[in-house]
């Protein structure tokens, strides 16, 4: 089976699942944390073996439409995720040089910034930085421009860089 297309049989889509598992579900948690991501990972790849029918290879490649089937769900899952970066926005820690603590002050202020986002920035950014998809990978997924996606990761960047390096724009 080529990577081109997804196979019509459980034997062949199993290659699929055992290729792009662990990339879908890495951006998945990304998005939702790790207690969701098992399921919605898994979830994506039974959408992708019901609907394996109505990909068109000429439209694109087998990452990208995963890629978007993923984010769909994660739509679904929208109101989880912000409550999820609500909390880590509420999250005040003293930022310290090293170590555990950092982190998780780096994931409050992380919290803080992504809350700020658009659904279609937030979009955008996590596919380039958690499933690491190109921007031609990112406008497949979506269904959205190349153009749309560069702008709108401008937009995200712009927006994050006060809460992420205040110091920078303190100048």
Request: hydrophobic residues 45%.
């Amino acid at each position: 089976m080529t990577e081109a297309a997804p196979a019509t049989g459980v034997e062949q889509f199993t290659e699929v699942h055992d290729r792009h598992f662990a990339e879908v579900y890495r951006y998945v948690a990304g998005r939702l944390g790790t207690q969701a991501a098992e399921d919605v990972a898994a979830e994506t790849f039974l959408v992708a073996f019901d609907r394996r029918a109505t990909f068109d290879r000429t439209r694109g490649d087998l990452r990208a439409w995963l890629f978007g089937i993923a984010t769909n769900l994660v739509s679904r899952h929208r109101r989880k995720e912000a409550r999820h970066y609500r909390a880590l926005a509420r999250i005040e820690v003293p930022r310290p040089v090293e170590g555990h603590e950092n982190r998780v002050a780096v994931a409050g202020q992380l919290g803080k910034a992504l809350s700020r986002l658009t659904a279609g920035e937030r979009d955008v950014l996590l596919l380039v930085a958690l499933a690491d998809l190109g921007y031609a990978e990112v406008a497949e997924a979506l269904g959205i421009s190349p153009g749309t996606v560069g702008s709108r990761l401008t937009r995200a960047r712009k927006k994050l860089t006060p809460v992420l390096a205040p110091e920078a724009t303190d100048e």
